[in-house]
């Protein structure tokens, strides 16, 4: 597969309509419809659903984008990571970032270092440990800042100096939010909203004590800027980090009773070649920590 064909498969599939699609390559219809039909060939699968206005992804063509798009980023990370202009620094360093209060101290680090190298730019992906894990194992991301408890014996990394305070955000019109502190037996039986994360889970399982068993999950989630909304209208009260975020004035954040905290780690792969950015990039974190 070439990857200029595959940039065509991903714009059709974007446009779901040929003639659009060729029109933003600049290429004529008959020409990406060829290609298309050579891709499939190729594969030996049926990528596209079509009819006469538009075509649509089959199963094999949805994880084809999936993997297509994989691709293409990689491809442009490694022709970024070789660029270069005189000795001075330049290129794009990736990382994978967790909902953290240590993103601030991240952030700070990212300020400093581009104002001493202005070539150099940072592309910042958000999500869940598991999913950061995944994307630097197959080399799309240099580094990932994960929330503890995490399997990071794969991995470098440096720990980061912050730690997160565990509590619930919950709204001001609620019983629990008259509270100093929430302590387990606070939470029987109240409507929660908890973490994904399995690892995370189990943490939280030691906290409660025998009072786990009687939780009540109306739901999971992974953002918390969506936990708030959910919060805000009434599905229940979320269990996570002090990220000192102003949400709305009806909610409130009240920390648990014994004091929660969970720190975080910046990672990357053990013995893996790293971009010249990427490599001193973490020597200027480990110096200032």
């Known amino acids: 597969m070439e990857l200029r064909v595959l940039k065509y498969f991903l714009m059709t599939a974007r446009e779901e309509n040929i003639t659009k ?24 699968v049926k990528l596209f659903h079509r009819s006469k206005h538009s075509i649509i992804l089959t199963e094999d ?13 990689l491809s442009d990370k490694t022709v ?9 620094l330049s290129g794009e360093i990736a990382i994978g970032c967790g909902e953290t209060g240590s993103m601030m101290f991240l952030s700070e680090q990212i300020r400093d270092f581009r104002q001493k190298y202005p070539l150099v730019q940072f592309s910042i992906y958000s999500a869940i440990a598991d999913d950061i894990k ?9 580094m990932g800042l994960l929330v503890e408890p995490v399997d990071i014996s794969k991995y470098e990394f440096v720990r980061m100096p912050q730690k997160e305070q565990w509590g619930i955000l919950t709204r001001r019109d609620s019983k629990l939010a008259l509270k100093k502190h929430i302590c387990p037996e606070d939470l029987a039986d109240v409507p929660l909203l908890m973490v994904k994360r399995e690892l995370v889970k189990n943490e939280l399982s030691s906290w409660f004590g025998e009072y786990y068993e009687q939780l009540h999950i ?15 209208s009434g599905v229940g009260t979320a269990l996570c980090f002090d990220l000192g975020i102003k949400y709305h004035d009806d909610l409130c954040f009240v920390p648990l009773m014994p004091v929660l905290k969970t720190g975080s780690v910046l990672v990357w792969k053990k013995s893996q070649t790293m971009s010249k950015i990427s490599a001193h990039f973490i020597q200027t974190i480990k110096n200032v920590i």
């Open 218 to 232: 109306s739901a999971t989630f992974n953002l918390i800027i969506n936990a708030a909304a959910m919060v805000r």
């Open 61 to 73: 063509g949805m994880l084809l984008k999936r993997r297509a798009q994989e691709m293409i980023s």
């Open 80 to 88: 970024k990571e070789l660029s270069h202009k005189d000795d001075m």
């Open 134 to 142: 995944e994307r630097i194992e197959k080399g799309i991301l240099d």
């Open 21 to 44: 699609a060729a029109a933003l390559l600049h290429i004529t219809q008959p020409t990406l419809s060829r290609q298309l039909m050579q891709l499939e060939e190729e594969l030996g």
